[in-house]
């Protein structure tokens, strides 16, 4: 309803969190990614699909499948370095995962 891209951004983005909140995922990345699509300044939105891409790629390891894995890591690796353009000094421990795997 609302039309405001910005506030419909952030709108957005909380029903993703929701989403995320309850193990909903793909639900979840689905509603961050219309935010950034409306609000491109948005770092909490890049880092929360960096996360759940990161999880993924976890997922994707311990299934032993190395290639989705290796796919969903640069996936996070390239929102995280998004999220970390706008905010540089947020996201601690995605500034070092990212230097420790050389996505940086």
Do not use: C, M
């Not at 990345?29 to 300044?41: I, S, V």
């Amino acid at each position: 309803i609302e039309e405001d891209p910005y506030d419909r951004s952030y709108i957005l983005y909380n029903i993703g969190i929701i989403y995320s909140s309850n193990g909903k995922y793909l639900k979840a990345l689905e509603y961050y990614h219309q935010a950034l699509e409306l609000n491109t300044n948005l770092p909490q939105a890049s880092n929360n699909v960096a996360v759940i891409y990161h999880y993924q790629g976890t997922k994707a390891v311990e299934a032993e499948n190395l290639d989705v894995a290796k796919h969903l890591f640069d996936k996070a690796g390239f929102y995280w370095r998004q999220a970390l353009r706008l905010a540089p000094n947020n996201y601690i421990e995605a500034q070092n995962w990212l230097k420790i795997t050389g996505r940086n």
